[in-house]
């Protein structure tokens, strides 16, 4: 992926209802779904840290705004998987187990590594995510029939 990240701002009505199964009918792949979903506040609340903390040493403000572009999407995405994990929960998935396991791993490697190495897991991590993300746009069969507000919010975050 190449240039500045456009922040696409977005109200999705999270309480639209939807079969509890919404992925193919399939209990392990919305699960999946879902936990995909749980990781991702914890880990784009990492990326925008580790970007924050690398700012200082970005001596172009072309770079500087692409990475304040950057830190604002990750932001935004966070806050909508907010509402999205509640969602969930409420459904009957432990997500929030999950994102409070994965909490103090994420405070202690970001405590315990340099801001480089910070910023080459979050270009390794999002790699990942652009590898997903293409599928998710590309292929129409990857969300299957997904009703809203799944449908909308993974095309958005691949977007
Ligand atoms: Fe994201
Ligand atoms: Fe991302």
């Not at 209990?27 to 990781?39: E, H, K, N």
């Not at 103090?104 to 340099?114: E, G, K, L, M, N």
């Not at 599928?135 to 990857?142: G, S, T």
Request: glycine residues 4%; aromatic residues 10%; hydrophobic residues 45%.
């Amino acid at each position: 992926m190449s240039g500045t990240p456009i922040v696409r701002h977005m109200a999705i009505d999270m309480s639209k209802p939807a079969p509890k199964y919404w992925l193919c009918g399939s209990p392990v792949l919305t699960s999946f779904a879902y936990a995909m979903s749980a990781i991702f506040p914890v880990g784009e609340r990492f990326f925008v840290n580790a970007v924050r903390a690398a700012l200082p040493q970005l001596d172009s403000t072309a770079l500087q705004a692409t990475a304040r572009a950057f830190m604002g999407q990750e932001s935004h995405h966070a806050h909508l998987h907010v509402q999205y994990n509640a969602r969930a929960q409420a459904e009957g998935f432990q997500v929030h187990a999950l994102t409070a396991r994965l909490e103090p791993v994420s405070r202690w490697v970001q405590r315990a590594t340099s801001v480089a190495t910070q910023l080459a897991i979050t270009a390794a991590f999002e790699h990942f995510t652009a590898m997903l993300s293409t599928q998710v746009l590309a292929e129409d069969d990857f969300l299957g029939d997904a009703p809203e507000p799944h449908r909308t919010l993974w095309r958005w975050h691949a977007a």
